[in-house]
């Protein structure tokens, strides 16, 4: 998981920073760690369906409100 770099010798500390950014960035860790920090269940049926329900109902609300 750990990403490791060298720094070349005529590299400036900016570009050095900017290409560890970029390994990080591309080996996904900032984004698996933001997923796991907090804990989520998984949604029942029920309440998928309930959720979609209210969903199609905004957007219809919000369309007939366009033409209005």
């Known amino acids: ?3 490791t ?3 070349n010798t ?8 900017a ?4 390994k990080v960035q591309q080996s996904r860790i900032l984004v698996m760690t933001r997923e ?6 998984k949604m029942t049926p029920r309440l998928v ?4 329900l209210k969903r199609e109902y905004y ?3 919000k369309q007939k409100s ?3």
């Open 59 to 61: 957007r219809a609300l």
């Open 10 to 17: 005529q590299e400036s500390p900016e570009r050095f920073i």
């Open 36 to 41: 796991k920090r907090y804990r989520t269940r």
């Open 19 to 22: 290409r560890f950014n970029k």
């Open 49 to 52: 369906r309930n959720k979609a």
């Open 5 to 7: 770099i060298n720094r």
């Open 66 to 68: 366009k033409f209005m």
């Open 1 to 3: 998981m750990a990403v």
